[in-house]
């Protein structure tokens, strides 16, 4: 059974780019959810994905957007990146999305220059 | 909306002595919690889970947590720690029946020195 994994693991962007970030989900888990931690704080929830539909949002602007494909993998796109997008990005797949734990993968860590 | 508050954004502790991590919860409705460990440039790793029943949980790596409903507290506690315990340590929080928006405390910097 593999766990979830994130690609890539390190980016250095410019100001004003637009980045994809992806994740695999754990195997039978149809359920991932996207996190940003910022530099010595605990992670924030960006959105959820359900069945290849978002199932909740977070206080994130719509430059943050989302996919997830059949096989439950999923997509982080961010457009037009900030500076204050810098962060550790984490994904996290479930088994469901009615309550439980989350796994979470290594993260992808985004600078932005 | 829920949320969590941890009271020690560090807490230094020798090794072989036993360690308290606190965690306080607010929410208008029962909840779900949660302790994550994180070791340096890695993502978070499961040490326990509160869903329901008893409310003494114990998790991996010799942790325990005490669910306390009336103080609504989950502190975490190692009777003793090991070097290897040095990591981050997050409390979180979400609804039952419903995962999405997990809330997470600032997280607690656990140092354990020789």
């Known amino acids: 059974e593999t766990g979830v994994t994130q690609s890539p693991t390190h980016l250095i962007k410019t100001r004003g780019q637009q980045v994809t970030l992806r994740c695999s989900s754990q195997?039978?888990?149809?359920?991932v959810s996207w996190y940003q931690q910022a530099l010595g704080q605990g992670p924030q929830f960006i959105f959820q994905y359900y069945r290849e539909e978002e199932n909740g949002r977070g206080n994130f602007p719509p430059r943050f957007s989302g996919l997830q494909f059949p096989n439950y993998s999923s997509e982080l796109n961010v457009n037009a990146l900030e500076l204050d997008d810098s962060a550790l990005y984490l994904c996290?797949?479930?088994?469901?999305?009615?309550?439980?734990?989350?796994?979470f993968g290594q993260g992808t860590r985004l600078t932005v220059v | 909306a829920q949320s969590v508050t941890q009271l020690d954004s560090q807490v230094p502790v020798f090794e072989e002595a036993p360690v308290e991590l606190r965690c306080n919860y607010s929410s208008s409705v029962s909840v779900y919690l949660f302790w994550y460990v994180q070791y340096p440039n890695q993502g978070l790793q499961l040490l326990l889970k509160?869903?329901?029943?008893?409310?003494l949980v114990k998790g991996i790596n010799g942790f325990e947590a005490e669910f306390n409903k009336s103080q609504t507290s989950f502190h975490l506690r190692k009777p003793s720690v090991h070097i290897s315990d040095t990591a981050e340590y997050f409390c979180?929080?979400?609804?039952?029946?419903?995962?999405?928006?997990?809330?997470f405390g600032a997280g607690t910097r656990l140092t354990v020195k020789p």
């Open positions: 996290a797949s479930s088994p469901r999305t009615g309550g439980g734990e989350a796994f």
């Open positions: 979180a929080v979400t609804m039952p029946y419903n995962n999405n928006d997990m809330r």
């Open positions: 195997s039978g888990h149809n359920t």
């Open positions: 509160y869903l329901s029943g008893s409310t």
